[in-house]
């Protein structure tokens, strides 16, 4: 009996033992499970705000969608572009993110969705938000003179002709001051020296760097040489497409202290997690930018230094292998991926807040999307802060909602966010010129994918 007894017990420990090995092996695969989703979502630039998902879950008809993929191809095959990846989200799920063609023709390399794409322009918009993040704080005001944060800026000339025979401006002295507002919003008469038609040659003999810094000079020391020449019109009275955000970075250099890239890292980039965003591209990462073409005769070639020589003097092609604490041109000097700019639209989508870090206030990401300057009355469309926004629906024959936003890049880039649809759209190539009709097809194909 006593034997019995203690075999009994010998029994219920062995049994209660193999029920605990169970529960922990359980709960042991769980969490292995769940650190495993875990990694793979902090690996892949996943977010609580920006979720991967399937089409239909994130409000997309899924043939609809498929449209997309052979309009894409299509523009690859017509050797249009070399290739494209386009990302769709709604509601902070992702619906579509899919690449196509080639990072580099030649060696054949397929594009992936983690490729590194030259945004150019696209970096006009991350620039303005880092302005706007200052004007918060009450560093300036709308309204206050460039003048008194730059004061190269105080006295400015306004172009009346050039003289190709004594190679020399003629100009009148600015009447009125340059307003930090009209930098957000491309009215301050400061140009483009590529862009310029008008004195062109007085303009290139400068040697200001509008975009991809090859010359080893600062930051400080460019916007200088901006500062020098005149005025494409008086501040505030016209619409001239210039280096607005170059300057407004200078101007976040002087305001804050920190070198304008080394700002951009730590107060935007870094909270985002955009990890593959910068004025520079590690050496471990150089395999993963894509190339960059033209098209001559007909048919794609690269856009190599002779390219850059002929189209865009005083810039260099290789600038995101240089130091850009020194100089970092806000403007047009960024890399990144489909995905970080998905993280970056999706921070302003959300009131300027993702995963619980607030990067700009909500009623501040408003004045962005608001149209502050309309050069046509009659136009649906006007200019925001550094991006254009639909201002009427009513007459706008597109299908973006009333305050959608949009912008591009000179390598053929482009984005669109609808607030009210909560809505974006990123594709992203590597060509200029482009001719191709693949950013409006895009953007039409997205719209009528929606449920």
């Known amino acids: 009996m006593i034997r019995f007894k203690i075999f009994s017990k010998k029994c219920f420990i062995t049994f209660t033992l193999i029920k605990l090995i169970n529960i922990s092996m359980i709960l042991f695969r ?55 990846v386009g990302i769709l989200i709604k509601d902070g799920k992702i619906g579509y993110h899919k690449a196509f063609g080639w990072a580099d023709i030649e060696s054949k390399k397929t594009l992936k969705k983690d490729t590194l794409f030259r945004i150019a322009s696209m970096s006009k918009l991350i620039t303005t938000v880092a302005a706007l993040q200052l004007f918060e704080k009450a560093e300036y005001n709308m309204y206050t003179d460039l003048g008194s944060i730059l004061p190269e800026f105080k006295e400015q000339t306004v172009l009346e002709s050039w003289d190709g025979e004594k190679q020399a401006f003629t100009t009148q002295t600015a009447k009125k001051k340059i307003q930090m507002n009209q930098l957000f919003t491309h009215t301050s008469g400061i140009v483009y020296p590529i862009f310029t038609y008008k004195g062109r040659a007085g303009y290139m003999k400068e040697k200001i760097i509008d975009a991809f810094p090859g010359e080893n000079i600062s930051l400080e020391e460019n916007i200088k040489r901006l500062a020098g020449v005149p005025l494409a019109h008086e501040p505030g009275e016209g619409q001239t497409y210039g280096m607005n955000m170059d300057v407004l970075g200078r101007v976040i250099e002087v305001l804050d202290g920190r070198p304008f890239a080394k700002y951009m890292r730590e ?97 501040t990401v408003e004045m962005i999307s608001r149209g502050v300057h309309q050069s046509n009355p009659e136009s649906s469309t006007a200019s925001g802060l550094s991006v254009g926004v639909v201002t009427n629906s009513e007459k706008h024959l597109h299908p973006e909602s009333q305050g959608s936003f949009n912008g591009g890049g000179y390598f053929y880039t482009s984005f669109w966010v609808d607030p009210k649809e909560k809505f974006i759209g990123i594709l992203l190539s590597q060509i200029n010129p482009g001719y191709s009709q693949m950013a409006g097809n895009f953007k039409l194909m997205g719209y009528s994918a929606l449920k």
Not at 60 to 82: A, T, Y
Not at 312 to 331: F, H, M, S, V
Not at 340 to 356: H, I, K, S
């Open 267 to 363: 107060e935007i980039f870094t909270p985002l997690n955009m990890k593959d965003t910068g004025f520079a591209v590690p050496k471990n990462k150089w395999d993963r930018v894509s190339s960059v073409y033209t098209t001559k005769d007909g048919k794609l070639s690269l856009f190599d230094e002779s390219v850059f020589d002929e189209r865009a003097p005083n810039n260099k092609p290789e600038w995101w292998k240089r130091n850009p604490d020194k100089i970092a041109l806000g403007g047009a000097g960024l890399i990144s991926t489909a995905i970080d700019y998905a993280l970056f639209l999706q921070m302003l989508v959300n009131g300027g807040e993702l995963d619980g870090k607030r990067i700009l206030g909500r009623k």
């Open 30 to 84: 769980k969490t292995f499970i769940f650190v495993a989703a875990l990694l793979i979502a902090i690996s892949s630039g996943q977010s609580k705000d920006l979720k991967n998902s399937n089409p239909s879950r994130a409000g997309f008809d899924s043939d609809r969608l498929k449209r997309i993929d052979k309009m894409i191809q299509g523009c690859i095959d017509r050797e249009e572009v070399p290739g494209a």
